[in-house]
């Protein structure tokens, strides 16, 4: 729904000079079959996914890989700058503001233009953010460019999954697509940890490339500076693996660029969402909830692996990587378990996982610790798959790709930052770790309890 404007120029998706430079991309990559270069239809039928999907996990892995390490080397720089503490979660903060505040334009942004083209856009404005660390930029006005660039890259990411993969398909395609932003959290956690380790700041050669750095103007971030520069190469690859993602072929009529419009759009779709029974009641507010728990619960993990396993940050990054396991594992199983239909009977997989993350900042050995947080991340996965492929397909149904998963990173995003400025708060009071998981798990406990209770209701 949209109003006309005088003031508004409408935006053509179809024909762009950066059409040419893609083909030329797709070119270049001559090992593969011609079949992959193809662009797909919304109505491919059969059973397999179709073969440029495959593109589309390998640059948005890439980027989310990157994305993740930057995370641990900012931390580090927080450090080595002096910021107490309380000042790691305002990165993650600064990051998902702009996932909340362009919610009512990244939707409408992403059914604009091809999607694949705009994925690579928004790759180009995570470098700058980088760069913008190199010249001395605060590591949280830097997360703050980036997250710009994740905010549209996001909606064109999930909406080009909608119109590549046929519904029946869409578990399937979720479980990959969790299982490779997880194995990017899980890498990009091990990168970063590798890259502000002394084994890698005290070899020769960084140093010497420190040294340049500095005789280049790139010297602001200290001894960090290779590091992100090896970040900068990441992002550059993740840039060229989206020349070779396919375009859908699905274009929507051209969107009227008045704010006021864009607003009112999105807040009729927001409504229309969550009064939809099995697309907002039910998968959006558990997803919501969860990556809420999730962005909080990774700053909290590290908080609790130095203060209670007295772990230096390098290596509280890499205990994370239990928890990464452990949604990989989850989400496989999901997508090879669970059908579309049957998503919410995943529900009670919810109240484990609360009463697992109320009792794994107790755990006193490193193994035990280890064993339940990939517990925590085999239920997460499980549980989040279904329920996220559910509200993809609710939400191309009731409104269009990018505006539904616009809606969808509103609200999730929202969440992640009201529980990440709690948790910032707690953390500046000094409040235990273990406390603070504990009361997250109850909660979690309690309110999934509430959501089985409710589906179990007869209407």
Known sequence: MTTRCRRCAGIDPGRHPFDAMRSYGQAILKGLPRVMMSPITRHRSGDRLPPGFHWLIAAQFSSALADNALLIIAIALLQLQGYPGW????????????????????????????????????NGLKVLGVLGMLLGLHPVAAFGIIGLGAAAYAPAKYGLVTELVPAHRLVMANGWIEVSIVCAALLGTALGGGLVCAWWLDTAWVAQAESDLVALGLGSAQQLAPSLVALLLVYALAGLLNLGVADSGVRYPAVQLCWRSLVKDFWLSNARLWNDPLGGRLSLSVTTLFWGVGATLQFAVLRWATEQMGLPLDKAAQLQVAVALGVVGGAVAAANMVHLRAAHRVLPAGVLLGALIALVGWSQGLWLAVAMLAAVGATAGFLVVPLNALLQHRGSALLSAGRSIAVQGFNENLSILLMLATYTGLIALELPVAVMMSGLGLAIAAFMARMVVQQRRPS
């Open 87 to 122: 000042w790691a979660p305002m990165l993650k903060f600064a990051f998902t503001v702009s996932y909340v505040v362009l919610a009512p334009f990244v939707g409408p942004l992403a059914d604009a233009f091809p999607k694949a083209r705009l994925m690579a856009w928004m």
